[in-house]
Protein backbone atom coordinates (compact mmCIF):
# COMPACT_ATOMS: atom_id res chain seq x y z
CA UNK A 1 0.00 0.00 0.00
CA UNK A 2 1.12 3.47 -0.36
CA UNK A 3 1.70 6.22 1.75
CA UNK A 4 -2.14 7.17 1.43
CA UNK A 5 -3.00 4.50 3.56
CA UNK A 6 -1.43 5.87 6.67
CA UNK A 7 -2.57 9.63 5.93
CA UNK A 8 -5.70 9.44 7.56
CA UNK A 9 -4.44 8.38 10.43
CA UNK A 10 -2.06 11.69 10.93
CA UNK A 11 -5.42 14.07 9.74
CA UNK A 12 -7.12 14.13 12.80
CA UNK A 13 -4.09 15.96 14.20
CA UNK A 14 -4.53 18.91 11.71
CA UNK A 15 -8.44 18.83 12.79
CA UNK A 16 -7.36 18.79 16.23
CA UNK A 17 -5.26 22.26 15.95
CA UNK A 18 -7.73 24.18 13.85
CA UNK A 19 -10.55 23.00 15.98
CA UNK A 20 -10.81 25.73 18.78
CA UNK A 21 -10.37 28.68 15.84
CA UNK A 22 -13.79 27.24 13.86
CA UNK A 23 -15.39 26.81 16.90
CA UNK A 24 -14.67 30.74 17.85
CA UNK A 25 -14.60 32.36 14.27
CA UNK A 26 -18.03 30.64 13.02
CA UNK A 27 -21.61 30.32 13.56
CA UNK A 28 -21.66 28.29 16.49
CA UNK A 29 -24.64 26.32 14.51
CA UNK A 30 -22.46 25.90 11.56
CA UNK A 31 -19.05 25.32 13.53
CA UNK A 32 -21.24 22.34 15.87
CA UNK A 33 -21.98 20.79 12.43
CA UNK A 34 -19.29 21.34 10.79
CA UNK A 35 -17.12 19.83 13.62
CA UNK A 36 -19.52 16.32 14.10
CA UNK A 37 -19.50 15.69 10.41
CA UNK A 38 -16.05 16.47 10.27
CA UNK A 39 -15.47 13.96 13.60
CA UNK A 40 -17.51 11.06 12.27
CA UNK A 41 -15.59 11.49 8.43
CA UNK A 42 -12.54 11.04 10.34
CA UNK A 43 -13.08 8.73 12.82
CA UNK A 44 -14.14 6.04 10.32
CA UNK A 45 -11.86 6.76 7.42
CA UNK A 46 -9.13 5.81 10.30
CA UNK A 47 -11.07 2.90 11.43
CA UNK A 48 -10.82 1.70 7.75
CA UNK A 49 -7.34 2.33 7.11
CA UNK A 50 -6.61 0.61 10.31
CA UNK A 51 -8.89 -2.42 9.29
CA UNK A 52 -7.17 -2.88 6.01
CA UNK A 53 -3.35 -2.61 7.33
CA UNK A 54 -5.01 -5.54 9.82
CA UNK A 55 -5.88 -7.41 6.67
CA UNK A 56 -3.11 -7.64 5.08
CA UNK A 57 -1.37 -9.05 8.04
CA UNK A 58 -4.07 -11.85 8.55
CA UNK A 59 -3.93 -13.24 4.75
CA UNK A 60 0.19 -13.56 5.90
CA UNK A 61 -0.54 -16.07 7.99
CA UNK A 62 -0.69 -19.24 5.80
CA UNK A 63 -3.78 -21.10 7.51
CA UNK A 64 -6.12 -17.83 7.80
CA UNK A 65 -4.90 -17.44 4.07
CA UNK A 66 -6.21 -20.91 3.21
CA UNK A 67 -9.24 -20.81 5.14
CA UNK A 68 -10.32 -17.68 2.78
CA UNK A 69 -12.80 -18.06 0.16
CA UNK A 70 -10.58 -17.10 -2.68
CA UNK A 71 -7.58 -18.76 -1.23
CA UNK A 72 -5.03 -15.98 -1.04
CA UNK A 73 -1.57 -17.22 -1.22
CA UNK A 74 0.48 -16.16 2.22
CA UNK A 75 3.49 -16.40 0.27
CA UNK A 76 2.56 -13.68 -2.34
CA UNK A 77 1.18 -11.68 0.38
CA UNK A 78 4.68 -11.88 2.19
CA UNK A 79 6.95 -10.76 -0.77
CA UNK A 80 4.80 -8.38 -2.76
CA UNK A 81 2.69 -5.92 0.22
CA UNK A 82 4.63 -2.89 1.04
CA UNK A 83 3.19 -2.85 4.71
CA UNK A 84 5.79 -4.75 7.11
CA UNK A 85 4.02 -7.24 8.81
CA UNK A 86 4.70 -5.63 12.15
CA UNK A 87 2.68 -2.64 10.82
CA UNK A 88 -0.05 -5.08 10.53
CA UNK A 89 0.15 -6.11 13.74
CA UNK A 90 0.08 -3.00 15.10
CA UNK A 91 -2.93 -1.60 13.38
CA UNK A 92 -4.61 -4.80 14.58
CA UNK A 93 -4.00 -4.28 18.31
CA UNK A 94 -5.00 -0.94 17.56
CA UNK A 95 -8.63 -1.75 15.83
CA UNK A 96 -8.89 -4.15 18.54
CA UNK A 97 -8.51 -1.19 21.36
CA UNK A 98 -10.63 1.79 19.23
CA UNK A 99 -13.55 -0.74 18.39
CA UNK A 100 -13.56 -1.67 22.15
CA UNK A 101 -13.45 1.74 23.50
CA UNK A 102 -16.20 3.27 20.83
CA UNK A 103 -18.59 0.43 21.95
CA UNK A 104 -17.97 1.27 25.62
CA UNK A 105 -18.07 5.02 24.61
CA UNK A 106 -21.93 3.89 22.78
CA UNK A 107 -23.25 1.58 25.49
CA UNK A 108 -22.08 4.97 28.12
CA UNK A 109 -24.00 7.26 26.00
CA UNK A 110 -26.80 5.24 25.48
CA UNK A 111 -27.29 4.13 29.44
CA UNK A 112 -26.57 8.10 29.84
CA UNK A 113 -29.69 9.17 27.66
CA UNK A 114 -31.69 6.41 28.95
CA UNK A 115 -31.30 7.51 32.28
CA UNK A 116 -31.81 11.02 31.67
CA UNK A 117 -35.10 10.43 29.82
CA UNK A 118 -35.93 8.59 32.67
CA UNK A 119 -35.79 11.17 34.53
CA UNK A 120 -37.54 13.68 32.92
CA UNK A 121 -40.48 11.38 32.78
CA UNK A 122 -40.41 11.10 36.77
CA UNK A 123 -40.42 14.92 37.20
CA UNK A 124 -43.17 16.09 38.82
CA UNK A 125 -46.09 18.06 36.28
CA UNK A 126 -46.67 18.07 33.07
CA UNK A 127 -45.15 21.69 32.34
CA UNK A 128 -41.53 21.57 30.41
CA UNK A 129 -39.96 23.72 32.85
CA UNK A 130 -39.49 21.94 36.51
CA UNK A 131 -38.91 24.20 39.52
CA UNK A 132 -37.39 22.72 42.30
CA UNK A 133 -36.58 23.90 45.95
CA UNK A 134 -32.81 23.97 46.05
CA UNK A 135 -30.95 26.99 47.67
CA UNK A 136 -27.85 25.89 44.59
CA UNK A 137 -27.94 28.08 41.80
CA UNK A 138 -28.38 25.57 39.07
CA UNK A 139 -30.11 25.04 35.63
CA UNK A 140 -30.34 22.48 32.89
CA UNK A 141 -31.88 20.83 29.98
CA UNK A 142 -32.82 17.09 30.57
CA UNK A 143 -32.94 15.46 27.02
CA UNK A 144 -36.48 12.85 26.54
CA UNK A 145 -40.27 12.66 25.46
CA UNK A 146 -40.86 15.41 26.63
CA UNK A 147 -37.54 17.32 27.27
CA UNK A 148 -38.00 19.10 30.59
CA UNK A 149 -36.11 22.18 31.98
CA UNK A 150 -35.03 22.00 35.46
CA UNK A 151 -34.35 25.39 37.85
CA UNK A 152 -33.65 25.68 41.16
CA UNK A 153 -35.00 28.23 43.20
CA UNK A 154 -31.54 29.23 44.05
CA UNK A 155 -31.14 30.39 40.35
CA UNK A 156 -34.42 32.23 39.91
CA UNK A 157 -32.92 33.98 42.49
CA UNK A 158 -29.76 34.80 41.93
CA UNK A 159 -30.93 36.71 38.13
CA UNK A 160 -33.71 39.51 37.71
CA UNK A 161 -37.13 38.52 36.20
CA UNK A 162 -36.14 39.41 32.73
CA UNK A 163 -33.25 37.40 32.97
CA UNK A 164 -35.52 34.49 33.50
CA UNK A 165 -36.36 34.35 29.88
CA UNK A 166 -33.02 34.33 28.96
CA UNK A 167 -32.49 31.54 30.95
CA UNK A 168 -34.93 29.47 29.71
CA UNK A 169 -34.59 30.93 25.71
CA UNK A 170 -31.20 29.08 26.05
CA UNK A 171 -32.10 25.76 27.65
CA UNK A 172 -35.13 25.71 25.46
CA UNK A 173 -32.82 26.15 22.83
CA UNK A 174 -30.56 22.97 23.83
CA UNK A 175 -33.65 20.69 23.67
CA UNK A 176 -35.17 22.38 20.12
CA UNK A 177 -31.82 21.74 18.49
CA UNK A 178 -31.34 18.28 20.40
CA UNK A 179 -27.71 19.43 21.04
CA UNK A 180 -27.12 16.46 23.49
CA UNK A 181 -26.72 14.21 20.17
CA UNK A 182 -24.01 16.46 18.44
CA UNK A 183 -22.35 16.32 21.69
CA UNK A 184 -22.98 12.37 21.68
CA UNK A 185 -21.56 11.76 18.37
CA UNK A 186 -18.70 13.97 19.03
CA UNK A 187 -17.60 11.69 21.91
CA UNK A 188 -18.09 8.46 20.10
CA UNK A 189 -16.02 9.96 17.35
CA UNK A 190 -13.15 10.83 20.06
CA UNK A 191 -13.93 6.91 21.54
CA UNK A 192 -12.88 5.70 18.13
CA UNK A 193 -9.96 8.21 17.38
CA UNK A 194 -8.58 9.76 20.69
CA UNK A 195 -6.89 12.60 18.43
CA UNK A 196 -10.38 13.92 17.78
CA UNK A 197 -10.62 14.72 21.57
CA UNK A 198 -9.95 18.50 20.81
CA UNK A 199 -12.97 18.38 18.59
CA UNK A 200 -15.23 16.51 20.87
CA UNK A 201 -14.27 19.61 23.92
CA UNK A 202 -15.31 22.11 21.00
CA UNK A 203 -18.31 20.85 19.87
CA UNK A 204 -19.11 20.84 23.87
CA UNK A 205 -18.25 24.41 23.61
CA UNK A 206 -20.05 25.12 20.31
CA UNK A 207 -23.26 24.30 21.54
CA UNK A 208 -23.58 26.17 24.33
CA UNK A 209 -22.42 28.91 22.31
CA UNK A 210 -25.58 27.89 19.80
CA UNK A 211 -28.01 28.22 22.75
CA UNK A 212 -26.34 31.46 23.84
CA UNK A 213 -27.06 32.80 20.14
CA UNK A 214 -30.37 31.42 20.35
CA UNK A 215 -30.91 33.27 23.55
CA UNK A 216 -29.40 36.59 21.87
CA UNK A 217 -31.85 36.31 18.86
CA UNK A 218 -35.30 35.51 21.26
CA UNK A 219 -34.40 38.37 23.64
CA UNK A 220 -32.49 40.67 21.21
CA UNK A 221 -29.90 41.97 23.44
CA UNK A 222 -26.35 40.17 23.42
CA UNK A 223 -24.96 42.46 25.82
CA UNK A 224 -28.09 41.14 28.50
CA UNK A 225 -27.46 37.39 27.86
CA UNK A 226 -23.56 37.92 28.48
CA UNK A 227 -24.27 39.36 31.81
CA UNK A 228 -26.86 36.52 32.66
CA UNK A 229 -24.81 33.90 32.08
CA UNK A 230 -21.86 35.34 33.43
CA UNK A 231 -23.83 36.26 36.68
CA UNK A 232 -25.11 32.57 36.45
CA UNK A 233 -22.12 31.12 36.83
CA UNK A 234 -21.03 33.43 39.42
CA UNK A 235 -24.24 32.23 41.65
CA UNK A 236 -23.23 28.62 41.16
CA UNK A 237 -19.73 29.20 41.77
CA UNK A 238 -21.07 30.80 45.53
CA UNK A 239 -23.54 28.32 46.04
CA UNK A 240 -21.55 24.83 45.36
CA UNK A 241 -23.87 23.76 42.53
CA UNK A 242 -23.52 20.56 40.56
CA UNK A 243 -23.48 18.09 43.17
CA UNK A 244 -25.67 15.74 40.43
CA UNK A 245 -26.65 16.84 37.16
CA UNK A 246 -28.02 13.64 34.25
CA UNK A 247 -24.55 13.09 32.53
CA UNK A 248 -26.42 13.64 29.33
CA UNK A 249 -27.80 16.96 30.28
CA UNK A 250 -26.86 20.59 28.84
CA UNK A 251 -27.22 23.60 30.64
CA UNK A 252 -26.48 27.61 30.74
CA UNK A 253 -23.61 26.95 32.80
CA UNK A 254 -22.15 24.32 30.55
CA UNK A 255 -19.14 22.28 32.21
CA UNK A 256 -17.86 23.79 35.23
CA UNK A 257 -14.56 22.80 35.89
CA UNK A 258 -14.13 22.19 40.24
CA UNK A 259 -11.64 25.07 40.54
CA UNK A 260 -13.25 27.46 37.13
CA UNK A 261 -15.57 28.62 35.61
CA UNK A 262 -14.66 26.57 32.25
CA UNK A 263 -15.12 28.05 29.01
CA UNK A 264 -17.76 30.57 30.47
CA UNK A 265 -15.35 33.33 30.30
CA UNK A 266 -15.12 33.11 26.53
CA UNK A 267 -18.76 32.82 26.06
CA UNK A 268 -19.48 36.00 27.43
CA UNK A 269 -16.40 37.87 25.28
CA UNK A 270 -18.32 36.01 22.33
CA UNK A 271 -21.56 37.44 23.31
CA UNK A 272 -19.88 41.04 24.00
CA UNK A 273 -18.21 40.91 20.48
CA UNK A 274 -20.33 41.15 17.08
CA UNK A 275 -21.64 38.14 16.01
CA UNK A 276 -19.71 35.62 13.83
CA UNK A 277 -19.83 35.52 10.37
CA UNK A 278 -19.11 33.01 7.88
CA UNK A 279 -14.94 32.35 7.57
CA UNK A 280 -14.44 31.02 4.15
CA UNK A 281 -11.35 29.48 5.25
CA UNK A 282 -12.33 27.92 7.90
CA UNK A 283 -14.85 25.86 5.85
CA UNK A 284 -12.29 25.58 2.90
CA UNK A 285 -9.91 23.90 5.70
CA UNK A 286 -12.30 21.04 7.32
CA UNK A 287 -13.77 20.99 3.71
CA UNK A 288 -10.29 20.03 2.12
CA UNK A 289 -9.32 17.91 4.90
CA UNK A 290 -12.63 15.40 4.34
CA UNK A 291 -12.32 15.49 0.74
CA UNK A 292 -8.28 14.39 0.82
CA UNK A 293 -9.52 12.19 3.70
CA UNK A 294 -12.10 10.13 1.47
CA UNK A 295 -9.44 10.37 -1.72
CA UNK A 296 -6.85 8.48 0.32
CA UNK A 297 -9.45 5.99 1.85
CA UNK A 298 -10.60 5.46 -1.74
CA UNK A 299 -7.21 5.00 -3.30
CA UNK A 300 -5.87 2.67 0.02
CA UNK A 301 -8.80 0.45 -0.80
CA UNK A 302 -8.20 0.35 -4.61
CA UNK A 303 -4.58 -0.53 -3.66
CA UNK A 304 -5.98 -3.19 -1.34
CA UNK A 305 -8.14 -4.72 -3.60
CA UNK A 306 -5.24 -5.21 -6.07
CA UNK A 307 -3.07 -6.88 -3.75
CA UNK A 308 -5.80 -9.33 -2.68
CA UNK A 309 -6.14 -9.75 -6.60
CA UNK A 310 -2.32 -10.68 -7.09
CA UNK A 311 -2.89 -13.04 -3.59
CA UNK A 312 -5.85 -14.83 -4.97
CA UNK A 313 -4.06 -15.10 -8.34
CA UNK A 314 -0.46 -16.24 -7.36
CA UNK A 315 -2.54 -18.71 -4.96
CA UNK A 316 -3.69 -20.41 -8.60
CA UNK A 317 -1.11 -20.68 -10.64
Same mark, same amino acid.
Given at each position: ?? @????????????????????????? +????????????????????????????????? @????????????? %???????? #??????????????????????????????????????????????????????????????????????????????? #????????????????????????? %??????????????????????????????????????????????? %???????????????????????????????? +????????? +???????????????????? %????????????????????????
Amino acid at each position: MH @IAVYLPLLFPLLAALVARSVGERLP +PRLATWLLTVGSLVLASASTAVLGMLAVTGLIR @IPLLARLAHDHWS %AHAAQRHD #PASFSVAVLAGVLLAAVAAMAVRMLWRRARALARAATEAACLPGRDQLVVIDDPAAEAYAIPGRPGRIVVSTGMLRSLE #PAEHQILLAHERAHLAHHHYLFVAL %AQLAAAANPLLRPLAATVTFTVERWADESAATAVGDRERVARTIGKA %AIAARRTRARSWIPSAALGILGRLRPRGLGPV +PRRVTALLA +PAPSRHAWSIAALAGLAVAT %ALCVTEAAHDLEEFLELAKHASHS
